[in-house]
């Protein structure tokens, strides 16, 4: 089985999950990460993307139907593999699953430009076909990683590893395919 069929198994029963994160609190994508999983960006995985997105239709832009009514998301990425180093998953004090993209330093460049020219945004991160969260901010981000709420650890360990290529290890009592 390819790898992104079986990340489409292990991702699709859980995307509704996800898609919740899209209601986190701006500010909360702040808390710091425990990492449990850290992993290092690779050239294959499940494709990886962050957008700028709005709650308010812009011109060119797609619409996107979540739980809470409709996102906005410009077509074209801010952030690609390319401008990944490494990825982590962990929980913040609360146990809620975050994940971490760190970036390099074109990435930071281009993260830091796009949220100085368009202010109290979002950044909407999609793993292979599945937005997990969309944070909104309120300033410019200059750090050299992107922390995003994912709901679980659990989530945020299937999405570190799906974007790394790694194949997710079998549960206890069942076989690997």
Do not use: H
């Amino acid at each position: 089985m390819n790898i992104m069929r079986l990340m489409a198994r292990i991702l699709a029963p859980v995307s509704l999950a996800l898609l919740a994160a899209c209601q986190t609190m701006p500010g909360k994508e702040k808390a710091a990460a425990q990492p449990e999983t850290t992993l290092q960006a690779s050239k294959t995985g499940a494709p990886v993307a962050v957008f700028l997105a709005d709650t308010q239709n812009q011109k060119g832009w797609t619409a996107v139907q979540i739980q809470s009514g409709t996102l906005y998301v410009n077509p074209q990425p801010v952030v690609t593999r390319d401008d990944l180093v490494g990825i982590r998953a962990g929980t913040n004090k609360e146990g809620e699953g975050l994940l971490a993209l760190a970036l390099n330093e074109g990435g930071q460049k281009k993260v830091a430009s796009v949220t100085q020219q368009n202010p109290n945004k979002r950044l909407a991160l999609v793993v292979g076909r599945t937005m997990l969260a969309a944070p909104g901010y309120t300033t410019q981000v200059t750090s050299d990683q992107l922390v995003f709420a994912v709901g679980s650890e659990q989530n945020a360990t299937a999405a570190a590893r799906a974007i790394a290529g790694v194949d997710t290890p079998p549960t206890e009592g069942t076989a690997k395919p």
